[in-house]
Structures are given as structure tokens and as C-alpha cells.
Nanobody
Framework: QAPLVESGGGSVQAGGSLRLSCSAS????????MAWLRQPPGRGREAVAL????????DYHRSVKGRFTISRDNSKNTVYLQMDNLKPEDTAMYYC?????????????????WGQGTQVTVSS
């Protein structure tokens, strides 16, 4: 019954891959954008990737471009984050979030719902 539920985290070596999934409940699957954000240990949260479910348009943080791919399956109200060529600096708790209308996607104040998070750990 949780609004957003993440899964797929784990521990991998540098250069490895993981695919995260986020299942959204009802109206929490937002046409205004579904995003993956992360919080490294001892650091603040930062936006990683965004997708607009209606048209599939995407945005990425510069540090993950070419390595991460966000996608969605509207029939399942689910968004995914395929993470390839993982680096130790990708180690973080990864969160799925539903965006409110308007504003810059990297501004965390525009997200009104969050999942519980899934841990990603990348070793050297």
C-alpha cells in the first residue's frame, strides 16, 4: 500500500550493473515526472534521472550520462533505472520520487512523494 516501492539494489564491483525498479501506486505515478534520486553516505540527496511517463522524455545528472538509463512501463506504473559501468561514487541510497508540476527537476522541493529507498554499494 506504500505510494512508491523501490527494489533491485545490491552490492557490485566497479564496472558492474544493476537495475532498479520503482512501483507506483495510483496517482503517485506522476505525469509531471518520475525520478530517481540518491543520497551518498554523509551527503545530501541529489537528483539522478527523470522521466515523463506520457512522452518518455528524460533528463540525467551529468555524472551518470552514458551510464544510466531511465525507462518506464506505463501498464505497470513502474519506472526503472538501468545502471551500467557503476563507479564507487555511485554508492548511495537510491530513492524513487514523484514530481509535482513545474519547476526544475533537480530541485528536491518539487517532489511530493518518496519511496523507502534501496541501497546500492559499489566496491573498487
Amino acid at each position: 500500500q506504500a505510494p512508491l516501492v523501490e527494489s533491485g539494489g545490491g552490492s557490485v564491483q566497479a564496472g558492474g550493473s544493476l537495475r532498479l525498479s520503482c512501483s507506483a501506486s495510483g496517482h503517485y505515478y506522476s505525469d509531471s515526472g518520475m525520478a530517481w534520486l540518491r543520497q551518498p553516505p554523509g551527503r545530501g540527496r541529489e537528483a539522478v534521472a527523470l522521466i515523463y511517463p506520457t512522452n518518455g522524455a528524460t533528463d540525467y545528472h551529468r555524472s551518470v550520462k552514458g551510464r544510466f538509463t531511465i525507462s518506464r512501463d506505463n501498464s505497470k506504473n513502474t519506472v526503472y533505472l538501468q545502471m551500467d559501468n557503476l563507479k564507487p561514487e555511485d554508492t548511495a541510497m537510491y530513492y524513487c520520487a514523484a514530481k509535482a508540476f513545474g519547476g526544475n527537476w533537480t530541485d528536491l522541493s518539487h517532489y511530493h512523494a518518496w519511496g523507502q529507498g534501496t541501497q546500492v554499494t559499489v566496491s573498487s
